[in-house]
Each structure stands twice: as structure tokens, then as C-alpha cells.
């Protein structure tokens, strides 16, 4: 399969207009992210355990936080943002209980999904958005209006929907 090369010009972002994105994560990468597709116009709601430290930073950013259980349900898309290692556990018991049919699951790297530590629901879609940089870099970047390179993929080819909510996500 030949890769693809998208760009702002095929990104509309209209097809995020209305839909509640859940970062499920506020460290390096889930905190620019959701400040990214914030500053886009999208709505946010951050997903964190009630003990986190990082509910302060989230809330303070003019965030709305959740428990992540009740964030994932409230979410259209959601955006996973968590260490590798914990990645699992959280999926297992606080959001694959509470997705629903026709949810976006995206993942911020594609290691979950590779490995098959985390087996996503037919009924849902599966996309990926990896900028190679550092959260704070990737922030930074989308501040000057410019933004990092990365990676993306999905879990069914074309026509399915899934690609707009990818190409306006890898912009946004």
C-alpha cells in the first residue's frame, strides 16, 4: 500500500465543529493536544482519575474535568493519552465499559494497537494521530501556526469516516 501525504488544504475542520473530543491524559502530549484542539474550536473535556495532580493544571487552563469513565462517555472522540505502561488497565476498566457505539478512539502512537495489549470494539472507529515531537513542541508549533509531522492511520480503508475525523485531527 502506497502512503498518502495529507496537509492542511485537505483538512476540514468543520468536521469537528460540534463534537466533544476526551483526553483521556494531561501530561506532556495530552495537555498540548487538548489545548490544541481547543484553540481549533473544539470542545474539551479532559479525563483523569479524581487523586490526579494534573486537575488543577487542566482546569486552570480553562478546561472542563471529568472522572474518566464519565468523560469517555460524554466524548465523540477519544483521544488516548497515557503512558504505555498503564495504557491497558485504564482502557480495560474505565473506558471500554462506557464507550459507545460510533466513538473515535484515537491514539496519540500506535503501540497499544500493534501489540494488542488494547483490542478496540468493531463497532467503534480506530484512528491514529502520532506528531513526532514532545508535547511541549507540538504546542509550541501549532502557536507559531505551523505544526509537527507525524504519522497517522485507521483502522478501515476509505470511504469510511473515520478519515475526516483523521486528516482534521492531525490538523487541529
Not at 506532556?28 to 490526579?52: E, F
Not at 468523560?71 to 465499559?97: C, F, W
Not at 507540538?138 to 505544526?147: L, W, Y
Request: aromatic fraction near 6%.
Amino acid at each position: 500500500m502506497a502512503a498518502r501525504i495529507y496537509t492542511d488544504k485537505h483538512a476540514d475542520l468543520r468536521w469537528l465543529k460540534g463534537k466533544t473530543c476526551t483526553v483521556i491524559g494531561f501530561g506532556a502530549q495530552g495537555r498540548a493536544q487538548a489545548l490544541n484542539l481547543r484553540d481549533s474550536g473544539v470542545k474539551v473535556i479532559v479525563g483523569l482519575y479524581p487523586g490526579s495532580k494534573s486537575r488543577v493544571r487542566a482546569r486552570r487552563s480553562g478546561l472542563e474535568v471529568l472522572d474518566t469513565s464519565r468523560a469517555t462517555h460524554r466524548g465523540d472522540i477519544i483521544l488516548l493519552a497515557l503512558p504505555d505502561n498503564e495504557m491497558p488497565g485504564i482502557y480495560a476498566e474505565q473506558i471500554a465499559p462506557n464507550l459507545r457505539s460510533g466513538q473515535t478512539l484515537l491514539f496519540a502512537h500506535g503501540f497499544a494497537i500493534h501489540y494488542r495489549t488494547i483490542v478496540p470494539r468493531q463497532d467503534t472507529d480506530v484512528i491514529m494521530v502520532a506528531p513526532k515531537g514532545l508535547g511541549p513542541m507540538v504546542r509550541r508549533e501549532f502557536v507559531r501556526g505551523r505544526g509537527a509531522p507525524g504519522p497517522a492511520g485507521m483502522r478501515n480503508e476509505p470511504p469510511w469516516p473515520g478519515l475526516r475525523a483523521l486528516v482534521a485531527r492531525a490538523r487541529a
